[in-house]
């Protein structure tokens, strides 16, 4: 039995269902890691095939080979180092002819490359077909249509993979149906053939490449990257090309290429005129200049009225569940004579802090919902390009948009995937702004004092925040724009992808991995923080005591209580469930349970409990929207503050990530709350 390990590269272009197709082989055997000095991410894992290991790489999801990203640069890097056996490209079928760029160009790396089409199911439920034997022919590589949602075609795959290890020779293929009148016929070992002068230059650079490096793996990829001006390989083989080279021809062969590639979707493709046109018309109302944006804060509203309609018609059965639960833990409790203190520290502390923030979870799980819904129909694509104008006066493109839909999640993914952006002064930048859009966690805060002061404006209330959020964040972006010397030059190159039925199977993994992020939480950060809240407000300078104005946690609210008396939440209470929630941004609605000892704080009874103590309190309708409006943009989480010092690498934009978020909440507030109480009285 042979022990070889043979190393497998999955590539692919983003959305393509590559990490899918990986994961589908390794299963939970995943390491992942960064690539060394760089915030990249690549996952390895292994798996037997008869008598072989396969160590399989899950590289970046990228849309071509050249060099301008960090993701293409590090892909291309070790595809084209020896650790490397055989390439798996992984293609979206269904968007064929956007995929195929990349194919060309790892097929001109030399390597054996094994071309596996994904998502043929959704291909068959737009009504098209492709030609899997005349696919294979033209670009002269094994063609292995897959599905990895269904797993589908995986054993067919590997063992294609394996049957092509042994092949480095360059592909046969077919490329121009004319005949070439090349005066050497590429055409029969060669997929991909340019023009004639193209194909000249490439043969006298070859000469060339092969006598200074006489080595050399692959010299027609190398010539070929001369053409198109590669500094690094340029670099790399100082050869003498001024005599032939007059000008930059990575035009050309980009153009070529597409040609090529025209050809190709002409022969094999059926059925994709009458769905592109389709989309097309959708797309002219959704990515209209001027509508584009209406439309979707249109749609965000519909989303938000969704969350609250549905999300709390469900949150009565948990309301009452949970209370029915604290109940039956306080009574047995009692019943086994266990001390006041400890009945206490469960049910005023740890039920009360995590079972209040359980309620909110039908909302959360309608949010997530209609997100993933309108993310796997190809929507939030074309929001991004709608913006891109609005982020070009920022000095960003409208990738830099992106981490900021991201953000309407969770900013800890919304942070990371700043590092998809050209250089590293646009993702700082884009790093900075992205935690002041409503991530999840804040929307238990909006729906439990929306409801409890607005009544039937709750949701327009609720919705506000979103809306602020992303004001904030392009005004400040504006500002920086406008006294910032780095001017942004790069364009807006994204995918759009066609529309389609959401895939049930794809949502259901999206709103679950969300919702076991929320119920790992509740079950961890809030849980602790519940425990230490409640030791801060039963225990003071005397020891343990009933009167909470002489707790630790009152003491320490006093202190800055002053400080936010202008933006109307000068109270020691709002002031200890602020700082508490700079842990996780649910633990504000927890701590409140705790601090007004309210078992089931979304109940009617808990929310009329509730805001009965904050009227004593002096705390009305204005106090509770500047609430919301400080929550929304005072200091990020934990999480995300780990999050920015790892993508930035530096504990320098971490403090003032802290700092500055602090002063623009403070800032904000006091502008809403100063005006709000000259209009109100």
């Known amino acids: ?105 790892l097929i001109e790396l030399g390597k054996p490359v094994v071309l596996a089409l994904n998502m043929m199911d959704i291909v068959s439920e737009r009504g098209m ?73 490439i043969d006298i650079l070859e000469g060339r490449l092969r ?22 390989i340029i670099k790399k083989f100082p050869i003498q090309t001024d005599d032939i080279i007059k000008k930059d021809y990575e035009k050309e062969i980009i153009n070529q290429k597409y040609d090529f590639i025209e050809e190709i979707i002409d022969e094999v493709l059926v059925g994709k005129a009458k769905k592109a046109a389709l989309t097309d018309k959708a797309d002219h109302f959704l990515t209209h200049p001027i509508w584009g944006i209406p439309i979707f804060l249109g749609i965000m509203a519909i989303v938000f009225l969704l969350t609250f309609m549905i999300g709390d018609w469900i949150s009565g059965w948990f309301e009452a569940s949970i209370g029915w639960f604290g109940d039956a833990v306080r009574y047995g409790l009692n019943t086994l004579d266990v001390s006041d203190v400890l009945i206490s520290l469960i049910c005023d502390g740890i039920i009360a802090g995590v079972g209040g923030i359980l309620t909110f979870l039908p909302n959360i799980f309608i949010l997530f919902l209609a997100l993933a819904f309108l993310e796997d129909s190809g929507y939030m694509s074309r929001v991004a390009y709608v913006m891109d104008g609005i982020m070009g006066k920022m000095g960003l493109s409208g990738r830099a948009f992106i981490p900021m839909l991201l953000g309407f999640g969770c900013s800890v993914p919304a942070v990371m995937s700043a590092r998809t952006l050209e250089n590293m002064h646009d993702r700082i930048r884009t790093i900075i702004v992205t935690p002041f859009m409503s991530c999840s966690a804040r929307l238990p805060i909006y729906v439990l004092f929306s409801k ?32 910032d010397k780095h001017k942004n030059t790069n364009c807006l190159l994204i995918e759009l992808p066609e529309y389609k039925s959401p895939n049930a199977h794809t949502i259901a993994i999206y709103v679950w991995e969300k919702v076991k992020d929320y119920l790992t939480k509740a079950g961890t ?39 936010l008396v202008p933006v109307g939440l000068g109270f020691w209470q709002i002031v200890v469930a602020l700082i508490a929630g700079i842990s996780a941004k649910e633990v504000v609605v927890s701590s409140f349970s705790v601090l007004f000892g309210i078992a089931n704080i979304n109940s009617p009874e808990g929310s009329a409990a509730f805001a009965s103590q904050l009227g004593m309190m002096g705390f009305g309708s204005l106090n509770a929207y500047a609430l919301m409006v400080f929550c929304l943009l005072y200091i990020p989480c934990l999480a995300t503050l780990a999050t920015i010092r790892k993508e930035t690498n530096s504990w320098k934009w971490m403090f003032f990530s802290v700092i500055f978020q602090l002063g623009v909440a403070w800032i904000v507030t006091f502008i809403i709350y100063q005006l709000g109480s000259l209009f109100l009285g």
């Not at 190393?7 to 890691?33: D, Q, R, W």
């Not at 070439?180 to 055409?187: A, C, G, L």
């Not at 793996?217 to 690094?232: M, S």
């Open 452 to 483: 409890m002061f607005f009544g039937k404006f709750a949701m327009p209330a609720a919705f506000s925040m979103y809306v602020i959020g992303l004001a904030v964040a392009i005004i400040i972006s504006l500002i920086i724009g406008k006294t």
């Open 525 to 563: 950060t809030i849980f602790i923080a519940s425990i230490i809240l409640w030791i801060v407000l039963n225990f003071g300078l005397h020891g343990m005591t009933t009167n909470v104005s002489e707790s630790f946690a009152a003491m320490i609210g006093r202190v800055a209580a002053p400080l």
């Open 1 to 105: 039995m042979s022990e070889a390990t043979l190393t497998v590269g999955f590539i692919g272009n983003p959305n393509c269902g590559k990490t899918t197709l990986f994961n589908a082989y390794t299963g939970a055997k995943l390491k992942v890691a960064n690539w060394p000095g760089v915030t990249v991410e690549k996952k390895e894992g292994a798996m037997r095939f008869h008598d072989e290991t396969f160590k399989l790489v899950d590289l970046p999801g990228i849309y071509s080979l050249t060099c301008y990203s960090m993701e293409e640069i590090l892909s291309r890097e070790f595809i084209l180092s020896d650790e490397v056996n055989v390439i798996v490209d992984v293609a979206d079928a269904s968007n064929l002819e956007r995929n195929l760029y990349l194919t060309l160009q």
């Open 211 to 232: 006598a200074y490096a006489p080595d050399i793996k692959n010299p027609r990829w190398h010539a070929i990257k001369f053409l198109e001006n590669d500094e690094e």
């Open 129 to 201: 077909e492709i030609d899997i034997h005349r696919l294979p022919e033209m670009l002269g590589i094994p063609v292995v249509p897959v599905s990895a949602r269904k797993k589908t075609g995986l054993e067919i795959l590997m063992h294609a993979v394996a049957h092509h290890k042994e092949r480095n020779d360059a592909p046969e293929g077919h490329h121009h149906q004319t005949v070439s009148h090349h005066r050497h016929d590429h055409h029969k070992n060669i997929a991909m053939v340019y023009s004639d002068e193209i194909e000249d230059l």
